[in-house]
């Protein structure tokens, strides 16, 4: 959520962008002998706990906490002073190793959530930080391995690509098994419906899936997919970003999701899905 809140003023935005490198770093558990010692020189304890600015050749920048990120980036320019040579952080294959990209031949969807209705908005008068928040998409990545590629190119929906995207998405499908799954597709449209229920009976969600897919040659050309249908979770923790108030007040709200092919050279794409959020977690990930 510390990240979502502090992206979402396009402000910040083109302030990082143009005159910052930025970093997330992983959790200090798993990080090399030299990363920890690089974040050691600017107090850094590991994760991603609060925002730290160095140079290049790791000199803290101090950060005056204020309730303004754009103030406190602003702060950090005008006490900024080049170095003349800076030593740059060379990584170890250790390091290498602990990187969690998307595998070779893999392809990445973008997944986007946002409440449609049901939900009780903040008033952003009184709430300007929150209530904007609680406004926004949610957002999270999804691999799709090489040979559910090929079976998506002869119209079949792998079982595996159904325990990825429907347990793997843990914020939105946050049950780990389903009542029903049904996915079909016939000349490249896709339909079908989820519905998983709590033990409880409470939450759960139950969703009607559409979209169209297109492979060439065996590589994936579109996947465009929209599950659409009621939600309720009012055990969804912070971290699930505008969930979080979807959750409360033991109400039903309408959730939408969406699932489209990326790039996988961007950035964005190359981020691991917030399921892979340690090393360990990505053969459970890409062999559910």
Known sequence: MGRALIFSDPKVVELVRTQFVACAVR???????EEKEFLKQINHPG???RMYACTAGGKGLPIVRSKSRLAELEAVLDNFEPEPNPKILAL?????????????DTEVL??????????????????????KLQREAGFDRLW????????????????????????????????????????????????????????SGKNG???DLLGAVETNQGKLTRFDMVAKGT??????????????????GDREVTLAVSFTLADRNDLLAQTPPSAVNVPQAMDRYINP
């Open 27 to 33: 959790t200090g558990w798993y990080l090399a002998p």
């Open 47 to 49: 994760g991603t706990f």
């Open 92 to 104: 170890s294959a250790e390091s290498e190793s602990l990187e969690m990209r998307p595998p070779a």
């Open 110 to 131: 973008y997944v986007v959530w946002n409440v449609l209705d049901g939900m009780e908005l903040l008033p952003l008068d009184k709430h300007p930080v929150y209530g």
């Open 144 to 199: 799709v391995r090489k040979d559910e590629v090929q079976a998506l190119a002869r119209g079949e929906f792998p079982e595996s690509l159904k325990k990825r995207m429907f347990t793997g998405v843990h914020q939105v499908f946050f049950l780990p098994e389903w009542k029903k799954l049904v996915v079909t597709i016939e000349d490249g449209r896709l339909s079908g419906s989820v519905h998983a229920q709590a033990e």
């Open 205 to 207: 969600y139950q969703m």
């Open 231 to 248: 939600w309720r979770n009012d055990q969804v923790s912070a971290y699930g970003s505008n969930l979080t108030w979807a959750g409360k």
